[in-house]
């Protein structure tokens, strides 16, 4: 990853369109997180931000929070195939290997993508960069097991922490 | 699980001793995040509480957070072996049957804590709720690879996670 290009001071002074554009990416093919964290500022920290744009997350509507679940590529899936993925999410799946699986690990995780979809009608959903892709797969599994409810709330989880990793890279701590 | 005893509005009406009575076991041992997370209310939603709380934890200095990581059990550890867990430990850790372990998964899990605490020099920390043995495990390998600093980083989400189940255990949504 590069160095973090902005300082929380020139966040801080940006107005809403320049902010959306700025921390946009960060939440997958949804600005309207980071134009809902907007409205908190200021913040004193990257923390406090972080902060906002994930309660921003947790109190949109479950419809919006859905789609925002939806907007989310598969692992190794079609977009990766295509090569359609966002800049962000080809980096991280990248990171872990997704991008240059055998035959049979593709096949597997094929499998697994169909019958995670199948079941809760969402994507699967895991922060790559925390991961193998052997526990991708091991957690993959046993979450099938869980109920929707339990799913939306892991995948939210996750999505903030992929938000996490990429603020980050972005955004300088104040020294 | 019962049915959660507290309201929000009841939560916002106590003094900071009682607060911190209320949801001090939310973090394992370490009732300071609920009393750093006091100064910030009031809390207009469960979803603005758990995200005072995590940005107490976050913002707290660093000798502070691991002292927060150390506090807690390893996976059907010496705690679990010897009774000695707090109840959320021992309801959690049940959850996934980490207190029916056969001989071999017990070996398995004590050599991966055994080798996680070695490198990182605190325990091995996941949401077991979230899990299965076999996907804690998987996870466990993966982790061993990763830097200090990142451990630091997922163990804390970890322990964010933790704190957002115990949470909706004990405090109901306003309607």
């Known amino acids: 990853m590069p160095a973090p290009s902005l300082s929380l001071a020139e966040l801080g002074g940006l107005d809403e ?4 554009d700025a921390l946009g990416s960060l939440f997958e093919h949804s600005p309207w997180v980071a134009e809902a964290a907007w409205r ?26 859905l789609e925002l679940i939806r907007a989310h590529p598969e692992l190794a899936g079609r977009e990766a195939q295509q090569r359609t993925l966002t800049r962000e999410s080809s980096k991280e799946q990248a990171s872990v290997g997704l ?12 499998r697994l993508n169909a019958a995670y979809r199948d079941r809760f009608g ?30 939306i709330d892991i995948a939210l989880g996750e999505i903030a922490k992929i ?7 972005l955004v300088e701590e104040p020294s």
């Open 17 to 20: 369109r320049r902010f959306v």
């Open 40 to 65: 908190r500022r200021p913040f004193g920290s990257v923390a406090e931000l972080h902060a906002a744009l994930e309660l921003a997350m947790r109190e949109a509507p479950r419809e919006r929070q």
């Open 99 to 110: 991008d240059r699986l055998t035959a049979d690990e593709l096949e597997t995780l094929g």
């Open 122 to 151: 969402f994507p699967l959903i895991v922060c790559a960069r925390e991961h193998t892709k052997d526990s991708i797969i091991a957690w993959g599994v046993a979450r099938l097991a869980h109920s929707r409810e339990q799913e």
């Open 163 to 169: 938000a996490r990793l990429r603020l980050a890279d």
